[in-house]
């Protein structure tokens, strides 16, 4: 009669190990980014990113149209402006953008929640998230003053009818800066999902080609986490959720699900992870050498992210996740 056991009897058919799955990926568990820029008719595809567009407003609004008829809830929006300056004026400016962007999505999909990255990378002559010292070239971010544009940059978002603020520049108060500066303009009602782990990754490089992001000097370890840290994460979570934080994020997600969990296990917050640029061009760049079954990686990743704690999922495979799901 050995074995008594036999856990294999559950896994006898598709059918049954669909019915006693512990974790299942929805459409609603994924958040799309876009990649807005200026001029008309404009879809640059991303060399680094096989599939990935930088795109004109008027092409965002197709796509957002795309997403919104897959069943995705939600879209995240990043700016590359025609010029840039050391104040970041294309982050803030009514006119900014991210901003434009925004109403013209709004206006087409208007049940299409939009966040928006509130940072100022894209925007800086120099790539890096804020104010420098004037002759600094390594790239240390002055904290307190850049807290400023932030909220200035929180505030146009919103007014440009911005769903969610989502905040990922990692200075130190950038949660309760942007809180309080909301709250004061009446847009008490927004969430701030905030970048609370966010760690100086290698796995970034694709995202500043599609961004135009990439630091003219020095790197951002002064400012995003030493990824050799996980119970500094648990601290800045806490801080963040002290300071009003609605939702958390953990960036990137792959080689660190045991933050998400860690994370997840902290809090009581919605947790999303952040299925970053380079994770989706190793995936993309193995397929297409053959190497691997693309649909089937991508959706095992997609599990292993919702089993580790994560409520939601940014990654530029969900338009490809949502046709699987439909199948």
Same mark, same amino acid.
């Given at each position: 009669?050995?074995?008594? %056991? &036999? ?31 200026? *001029? ?10 096989? *599939?990935?567009?930088?795109?004109? =407003?008027?092409?965002?609004?197709? +796509?957002?149209?795309?997403?919104? $008829?897959? *069943? ?12 840039? #300056?050391? #104040? ?37 002559? %120099?790539? %890096? ?9 390594? *790239? &240390? ?30 200075? #130190? ?9 909301? $709250? ?5 009602? =927004? ?11 290698? @796995? @970034?490089?694709?995202? &500043? ?21 996980? /119970? ?7 801080? $963040?959720?002290? +300071?009003?934080? !609605? ?8 080689? @660190?699900? #045991?933050?998400?969990? &860690? ?16 994770? @989706? ?35 530029? %495979?969900?338009? !490809?996740?949502? /046709?699987?799901?439909?199948?």
């Amino acid at each position: 009669m050995f074995p008594t %056991h &036999r856990p294999r009897r559950l896994r006898t058919s598709e059918t049954l190990r669909r019915m006693v799955a512990e974790t299942v990926v929805t459409t609603n568990d994924l958040i799309y980014p876009l990649f807005a820029v200026p *001029g008309e008719g404009v879809a640059n595809e991303v060399k680094s990113m096989p *599939g990935v567009y930088q795109l004109s =407003i008027d092409k965002i609004v197709e +796509e957002a149209k795309q997403v919104y $008829d897959l *069943g995705i809830p939600a879209i995240i929006l990043f700016g590359i402006p025609a010029e840039k #300056d050391t #104040d970041a004026t294309g982050a803030w400016h009514d006119c900014g953008i991210v901003q434009k962007a925004t109403e013209a999505v709004k206006k087409a999909v208007p049940d299409l929640v939009v966040a928006v990255d509130t940072c100022l990378c894209e925007y800086t002559s %120099h790539g %890096h998230c804020g104010y420098l010292e004037t002759g600094d070239l390594s *790239g &240390r971010v002055l904290n307190d003053p850049t807290l400023e544009l932030l909220k200035k940059t929180a505030i146009a978002q919103a007014n440009a009818g911005a769903d969610i603020i989502a905040p990922s520049g990692m200075m #130190d108060g950038f949660v309760k800066s942007i809180r309080e500066a909301l $709250d004061a303009a009446k847009f008490q009602d =927004i969430p701030i999902l905030s970048y609370a782990a966010k760690y100086a990754s290698a @796995y @970034y490089g694709p995202f &500043r080609d599609a961004a135009e992001s990439t630091p003219q000097f020095g790197d951002r370890r002064t400012y995003q986490m030493d990824p050799a840290n996980g /119970r500094e994460a648990i601290k800045e979570i806490v801080l $963040d959720i002290a +300071e009003g934080a !609605d939702m958390l994020m953990v960036k990137p997600a792959l080689a @660190y699900m #045991d933050i998400i969990w &860690r994370v997840k296990e902290a809090s009581n917050l919605p947790v999303a992870a952040y299925n970053v640029s380079g994770e @989706y061009s190793m995936v993309k760049a193995a397929a297409l050498n053959g190497w691997i079954d693309e649909q089937r990686v991508v959706m095992e990743t997609m599990t292993s992210f919702k089993r580790s704690g994560a409520d939601l999922i940014l990654t530029y %495979h969900a338009k !490809d996740v949502a /046709r699987w799901l439909k199948v």
